[in-house]
């Protein structure tokens, strides 16, 4: 399987299995799990603030500001958190995302979730275990199908609610045009490149969420008669 991506805990193991079982998955680590572990040696409000920009940073610029940051005040910090986290295969900071997978989760709240929700056939012996977790996905997957099929348009309610919104809040920064596809937009004393054809911003959280970020919206916004939908990956369709 490719263009898969997995968020663990960083249990001894699963980084051998993972990459035996799934060569070609992006492997990240959960960064609450990674404070939880990284903060017994650099506990403090700073290291907490510093260590979760570096991980919610959409670009390399940002993460790299974040590091510098850090750097300032502990070498060992720094050095630690690349190498340990880094350099060993796992991936925690969204600038180093691959935007094939539309999923810019830096925690595994998700699977927390489905553990709560199958708990008690957690306590069943393997083989009523394995059945029950079947039973209660299949039961699952027809709510959601019978819930899709009331919806209405071309993107699903999550999709369509925050392009609502975008499109909403437009008009104050500065957006400039060389053709139809490509486009800068000047805000907060920076400025992104967009192509509007390969939908993609030097900011990164259109290629990583699929969803058109805030520079992205103003440039749709600026274009006559645009179709918001046309700007937001096909993961988002109802019809899929």
Request: proline fraction near 2%; aromatic fraction near 10%; hydrophobic fraction near 40%.
């Amino acid at each position: 399987m490719e263009n898969i991506t997995i968020i663990s805990d960083q249990e001894k193991g699963l980084q051998g299995a993972v990459g035996l079982l799934f060569p070609h998955a992006e492997h990240r680590v959960c960064m609450r799990h990674l404070w939880k572990n990284f903060k017994k040696t650099y506990p403090g409000e700073f290291f907490e603030r510093v260590v979760w920009d570096a991980a919610r940073a959409n670009n390399l610029v940002d993460y790299c500001r974040s590091i510098a940051e850090l750097r300032t005040t502990s070498e060992e910090a720094a050095v630690e958190l690349e190498a340990t986290y880094t350099v060993n295969g796992y991936y925690w900071s969204r600038s180093l995302f691959s935007p094939v997978c539309k999923n810019n989760y830096i925690v595994n709240n998700l699977s927390e979730s489905f553990n709560a929700w199958v708990l008690e056939a957690r306590y069943m012996p393997c083989v009523e275990l394995v059945d029950q977790i079947r039973i209660k996905i299949m039961e699952k997957m027809n709510e959601r199908r019978k819930l899709a099929a009331k919806w209405k348009g071309v993107l699903v309610p999550l999709a369509d609610r925050y392009v609502k919104e975008l499109s909403k809040n437009l008009g104050g920064w500065h957006v400039r045009r060389s053709d139809d596809r490509i486009a800068e937009v000047d805000c907060m004393e920076k400025r992104e490149v967009l192509d509007m054809v390969m939908r993609t911003c030097t900011c990164r959280k259109w290629q990583l969420t699929g969803l058109p970020c805030k520079h992205a919206g103003e440039v749709i916004g600026e274009m006559r008669n645009a179709r918001w939908e046309d700007f937001v990956d096909e993961c988002f369709y109802i019809s899929r």
